[in-house]
Antibody, heavy 121, light 110 residues
Framework: EVQLVESGGGLVKPGGSLRLSCAAS????????MNWVRQAPGKGLEWVSS????????NYADSLKGRFTISKDNAKNSVYLQMNSLTAEDTAVYYC??????????????WGQGTLVTVSS | QSVLTQPPSVSGAPGQRVTISCTGS?????????VHWYQQLPGAAPKLVIY???NRPSGVPDRFSGSKSGSSASLAITGLQAEDEADYYC??????????FGSGTTVTVL
């Protein structure tokens, strides 16, 4: 059974940093592109970042302005999102998703339950 | 401000048919990128219901169908059921190399 479990969310002060983790099971991430998608409270979905199966192709939403870094550890079958210089606008539930393997540019066929990041003083 | 535009809400009685539109531009849907649809129940993660414009993943009822024309796409739900009450999001890809989502539509079963 495919599962994605995010962790690492919490309360952080403006300007602070946080590292999110996404542990995958039921498949190996070295064969799939993985995405991070966030959802601010009461708002819609927003794509954050992608990392392909090789780890060589990485992409970010323009709005992040270089503050976030995606990475992965194939040995741990996990994907990470390092978030720096956080602001209140980064407050959201962060979802990890597996790109739809049989579709063109589909964000996710499997999603984690999400981890809440709250940026507040 | 979402790149893809959806109506904020649609509603229908049980058994009726509702449709949700998703309007993009020449840099995403109009450029030929396919559209995918997600259902999000309250407090839950998104769930894929349509991929590549018209395809249903295994386990999704055939009451859900998708279509696309030009720079727009639609999700139809026929035989509306109480369990279909949720938020629905369209998603495509943009020539700026970004995944883009719609603004979301709340489906209410009357």
């Amino acid at each position: 059974e495919v599962q994605l479990v995010e962790s690492g969310g919490g309360l952080v002060k403006p300007g602070g940093s946080l590292r999110l983790s996404c542990a995958a099971s039921g498949f190996t991430i070295n064969k799939y592109t993985m995405n991070w998608v966030r959802q601010a409270p009461g708002k819609g979905l927003e794509w954050v970042s992608s990392i392909d199966s090789s780890g060589n192709y990485i992409n970010y939403a323009d709005s992040l302005k270089g503050r976030f870094t995606i990475s992965k550890d194939n040995a741990k079958n996990s994907v990470y999102l390092q978030m720096n210089s956080l602001t209140a606008e980064d407050t959201a539930v962060y979802y990890c998703a597996r790109k739809i393997p049989i579709a063109v540019a589909g964000a996710g066929d499997y999603w984690g339950q999400g981890t809440l990041v709250t940026v507040s003083s | 401000q979402s790149v893809l535009t959806q109506p904020p809400s649609v509603s229908g009685a049980p058994g009726q048919r509702v449709t949700i539109s998703c309007t993009g531009s020449n840099s995403n849907i109009g450029a030929g990128y396919p559209v995918h649809w997600y259902q999000q129940l309250p407090g839950a993660a998104p769930k894929l219901v349509i991929y590549d414009d018209t395809n249903r993943p295994s386990g999704v009822p055939d009451r859900f169908s998708g279509s696309k024309s030009g720079s727009s796409a639609s999700l139809a739900i026929t035989g509306l059921q109480a369990e279909d009450e949720a938020d629905y999001y369209c998603q495509s890809f943009d020539s700026s190399l970004s995944y883009v989502f719609g603004s979301g539509t709340t489906v209410t079963v009357l």
